[in-house]
T-cell receptor, first 112, second 106 residues
Framework: EAQVTQNPRYLITVTGKKLTVTCSQN?????MSWYRQDPGLGLRQIYY???????DKGDVPEGYKVSRKEKRNFPLILESPSPNQTSLYFC???????????FGPGTRLLVL | LAKTTQPISMDSYEGQEVNITCSHN???????ITWYQQFPSQGPRFIIQ???TKVTNEVASLFIPADRKSSTLSLPRVSLSDTAVYYC???????FGSGTRLQVQP
């Protein structure tokens, strides 16, 4: 089944404790991206990747890192999480930037 | 980047046709217009995409005038399960914005 998976689905952590949210897709998509969703602000893009080893900042990249060492995986790294990064995070993938994006189920993060 | 503007919310009743209009005045020549649907706590789901004139699929229709500065998503005969947030995007999906919250009443 074609899908985008994210892990974990729910995470509670404390300020400053490094964490990684994984994202994997099995559709051989070149384009992958991370979004955060906050009430009243819609979905805002954090980082995106056009292909392996090619990443770029989205609208709200501060406090986040990404890597794209393999085509199927695009982990989101929070080196030192803060409470303002409490949010719902979505990973998405597509064949290209203009193509239909397929979204993962979301990761709900709470930073205390 | 082509910024899009759409109504914050809309209300409708079951069985009615719903039209949601999105404006994208700065759309570039090679930009497509894409609409997504999102239910609470789920990722957005693709509904329809078009470049100009009219596109129809089993779920919706998309109308794009010749100047391409706006587009209208048409949902025929909505049901309660169509209650969701609808996003319009032009160009690469960098920012979804706040979307249009559609509430369908019985």
């Amino acid at each position: 089944e074609a899908q985008v998976t994210q892990n974990p689905r729910y995470l509670i952590t404390v300020t400053g404790k490094k964490l990684t949210v994984t994202c994997s897709q099995n559709m051989n998509h070149e384009y992958m991206s991370w979004y955060r969703q906050d009430p009243g602000l819609g979905l805002r893009q954090i980082y995106y990747s056009m292909n392996v080893e090619v990443t770029d900042k989205g609208d709200v990249p501060e406090g986040y890192k990404v890597s794209r060492k393999e085509k199927r995986n695009f982990p989101l790294i929070l080196e030192s999480p803060s409470p303002n990064q409490t949010s719902l995070y979505f990973c998405a993938s597509s064949f290209g930037g203009q193509e239909t994006q397929y979204f993962g189920p979301g990761t709900r993060l709470l930073v205390l | 980047l082509a910024k899009t503007t759409q109504p914050i919310s809309m209300d409708s009743y079951e069985g009615q046709e719903v039209n949601i209009t999105c404006s994208h005045n700065n759309i570039a020549t090679n930009d497509y217009i894409t609409w997504y649907q999102q239910f609470p706590s789920q990722g957005p789901r693709f509904i329809i995409q078009g470049y100009k004139t009219k596109v129809t699929n089993e779920v919706a229709s998309l109308f794009i005038p010749a100047d391409r500065k706006s587009s209208t998503l048409s949902l025929p005969r909505v049901s309660l399960s169509d209650t969701a947030v609808y996003y319009c995007l032009a160009r690469r999906a960098l920012t979804f914005g706040s979307g249009t919250r559609l509430q369908v009443q019985p």
